[in-house]
């Protein structure tokens, strides 16, 4: 049985799939502010998956959740 791992922290391209999006999708909505940009380590640039899951979910909000 194969076993999914989800990463901790994505590239632009992965972090895009998991949105089910096109790089350039996804690379408008961090330029536009609604997404956070990518940390910064060593020179590579990687996006927190937890916080983008938080952030997608409205989990992000202060003072609490979302409602769709």
Known sequence: MASHKTPLFADEKTAAELFCMKPKEFRGLVEAGYL?????????????????????????????????
Not at 39 to 61: N, S, Y
């Open 36 to 68: 956070p940009g990518a940390l910064q380590r060593g020179g590579v640039e990687r996006w927190d998956v937890e916080e983008l899951t938080r952030i997608w979910r409205g989990d992000a909000i202060e003072g609490g959740g979302f409602e769709w």
